[in-house]
């Protein structure tokens, strides 16, 4: 299911910094009509009013907090595309004492943020003709390591996200699961990852040209595409079939 963002109405969570700030800037060079800069607490989205003026509608959505989730879709009520970007990075240990409250953590924001944001904004797409959902997983959802909670939690975002890819389908919404590899942003520099790394812009621009193209899988950066080589065949296969 192809789509096109230009001219739409569209909404990006965590969109003050690292995927989510590029994730803006693209859709603005694009031609979105309007941007929702979904932010914790409005003030972060300043500098995202400073460079883009009207186009960006700063709105509180905090994944940790549901009913500001309901609020949003009220708000935003002609959005059209809508991509749910927000994510933590806390990388317990399966040995750790404290695992389970960390992973707790991260399936609170990872996965339970993901399906708040699918059942709210679902019927605001399909009364605005359907429109897109993006989820952002990581290539970590398809291979663990030993700071195990966040692949875990990666991991059932993007089992959710193949569930809502048919009960989207039946309301002509197309859905786009992006799998990241280590992108230059704060998270990444944060855990150690950053060597290396490709800039955020690759996962923005590379979501525009997949929903272009009707894709539902993305990985975009040189490492995702490596795991892309090995993952095509059983996602094309089984994942997509």
Do not use: C, W
């Not at 230009?6 to 859709?27: M, P, Q, Y």
């Not at 009520?77 to 990388?91: E, F, P, R, T």
């Not at 609170?108 to 059942?119: D, E, F, K, S």
Request: hydrophobic content about 45%; cysteine-free; proline content about 4%.
């Amino acid at each position: 299911m192809t789509y096109d963002i230009s001219n739409k109405n569209t909404l990006v969570t965590g969109a003050n910094r690292g995927i989510g700030k590029a994730i803006v800037e693209s859709f603005v060079q694009h031609g979105a009509s309007k941007v929702y800069a979904g932010v914790r607490s409005l003030d972060k989205a300043e500098a995202l009013v400073a460079e883009f003026g009207e186009k960006v509608v700063p709105i509180e959505i905090d994944y940790d907090n549901p009913a500001s989730i309901k609020a949003a879709a009220e708000t935003a009520h002609d959005v059209q595309v809508v991509v749910s970007n927000a994510g933590v990075l806390i990388g317990a240990g399966v040995m750790d004492e404290d695992v389970i409250e960390q992973f707790q953590t991260e399936l609170n924001i990872n996965v339970y943020g993901l399906i708040r944001m699918a059942q709210a904004f679902a019927p605001v797409l399909k009364r605005n003709g359907g429109g897109a959902f993006v989820q952002i997983n990581s290539i970590a959802s398809l291979s663990s390591f030993p700071r195990a909670t966040y692949p875990a939690s990666k991991a059932a975002a993007y089992s959710f996200t193949q569930a809502l890819r048919p009960i989207f389908k039946e309301q002509g919404t197309a859905t786009l699961s992006v799998h990241p590899g280590p992108i230059l942003t704060d998270m990444a520099i944060s855990s150690g990852f950053a060597e290396d790394s490709d800039l955020p812009s690759v996962v923005s621009e590379g979501i525009v040209e997949a929903l272009k193209e009707g894709d539902f899988h993305l990985f975009p950066d040189r490492m995702a595409k490596d795991f892309e080589k090995a993952y095509h065949n059983f996602a094309e296969a089984i994942i997509e079939a």
